[in-house]
């Protein structure tokens, strides 16, 4: 956590409405800042030169880089950011690689809810 004390989160989705949603979840957490919202892994790498992120929520498919791929690089040059995936794939090997890339969590956008994704960014900040 930052000084402020609130888990600062980035957003990275190629789909505005996506971002918009999650930036609705997000606005009204106590514990929880979000310090912005982009549309590709090439705008997340510029946005974190400015400011770092506790959290980055990513979508695993991207049009620029895939969410494995900003994970790897995040983990390489950035490891105390945490990464959670949330995706609209749900199969194993997605999930596998995710984690083996870095990931701290990974979240199927169809099984998700506001509940699960508050406690999935909470417990990854936590360490878990």
């Known amino acids: 956590?930052?000084?402020?004390?609130?888990?600062?989160v980035l957003i990275e989705d190629d789909h505005?409405?996506?971002r918009?949603?999650?930036m609705r979840i997000l606005k009204d957490e106590q514990?929880?800042?979000?310090?912005?919202?982009?549309?590709?892994?090439?705008e997340a790498l510029d946005f974190?030169?400015?400011?770092?992120?506790?959290?980055?929520i990513t979508d695993l498919s991207m049009p620029d880089m895939s969410g494995i791929k900003l994970t790897e690089k995040l983990h390489t040059n950035y490891p105390d950011i945490k990464v959670l995936?949330?995706?609209?794939?749900?199969?194993?090997?997605?999930?596998?690689?995710?984690?083996?890339?870095?990931?701290k969590g990974?979240?199927?956008k169809q099984?998700?809810?506001?509940?699960?994704?508050l406690e999935a960014i909470r417990t990854i900040s936590g360490g878990d």
């Open 20 to 22: 918009d949603g999650i």
């Open 48 to 56: 974190i030169k400015g400011r770092l992120p506790d959290i980055i």
């Open 1 to 8: 956590m930052k000084e402020t004390g609130k888990i600062a």
């Open 106 to 108: 990974f979240l199927p």
């Open 111 to 117: 099984d998700s809810t506001t509940e699960i994704l």
């Open 16 to 18: 505005q409405i996506v």
């Open 85 to 103: 995936i949330l995706s609209m794939f749900n199969n194993e090997e997605y999930i596998v690689s995710s984690i083996q890339a870095g990931a």
């Open 31 to 42: 514990d929880i800042e979000l310090i912005g919202s982009v549309g590709s892994g090439k």
